[in-house]
């Protein structure tokens, strides 16, 4: 059973900022990652898959890379709509790590 | 684009069954994925539970495996899950969402959720 851990669970930042959230797995898998956003009360969103493919439709400020068991997802210049949860997943998922305002 | 939507009954008592259904709108469930279950207890963090392919393959989240049964509906385009001898920390929202299993594992689709209380 593969374990995800995700740091860091909490951050604070502000609007411009380049935030970089870590995901390791307790073993390689590859490039099977993907990352989701949720919000308060809605379904999580896909934004990144194949470790580093980019969901239709999802902005470029978003970017995802690693493989085997360290990734990272980046976005290279937070926006107010980006202050979310964010899940790493495999089969299952990480613990999540939430992006709040400064 | 493919859309999902849960039903089933919001409350359930202690030791019963938890049945929900996952109608699918614009895309035949019989066309090439898996179909999953993903669950949120309140404040908390996604715990998949499992999922389905519709000629009957499915994989489950081991901690669940024994008290969890999904199956695919493809003459109605839905699938459903049964989680028996439930407990309060079944207590979540239950999501339903397509599932790419077999090329990258994302779930690219997903239901609006819904809430799931175990209480008597």
Known sequence: ?102 | QVQLQESGPGLVKPSETLSLTCAVSNYSISSGYYWGWIRQPPGKGLEWIGSMYHSGISYYNPSLKSRVTISVDTSKNQFSLKLRSVTATDTAVYYCARHDYSRHRKFDSWGQGTLVTVSS
Do not use: H, M
């Not at chain 1, 059973?1 to 951050?11: A, E, N, R, V």
């Not at chain 1, 898959?49 to 439709?57: E, N, V, W």
């Not at chain 1, 980046?74 to 400064?102: H, M, R, W």
């Open chain 1, 1 to 102: 059973d593969i374990q995800l851990t995700q740091s860091p669970s909490f951050l604070s930042a502000s609007v411009g900022d380049r935030v970089t959230i870590t995901c390791r797995a307790s073993q390689g898998i590859s490039s099977y990652l993907a990352w989701y956003q949720q919000k308060p009360g809605k379904a999580p969103k896909l934004l990144i898959y194949a470790a580093s493919t980019l969901q239709s439709g999802v902005p470029s400020r978003f970017s995802g890379s690693g493989s085997g068991t360290e990734f990272t997802l980046t976005i290279s210049s937070l926006q107010p709509e980006d202050f979310a949860t964010y899940y790493c997943q495999q089969l299952n998922f990480g613990p999540g790590t939430t992006v709040d305002i400064k």
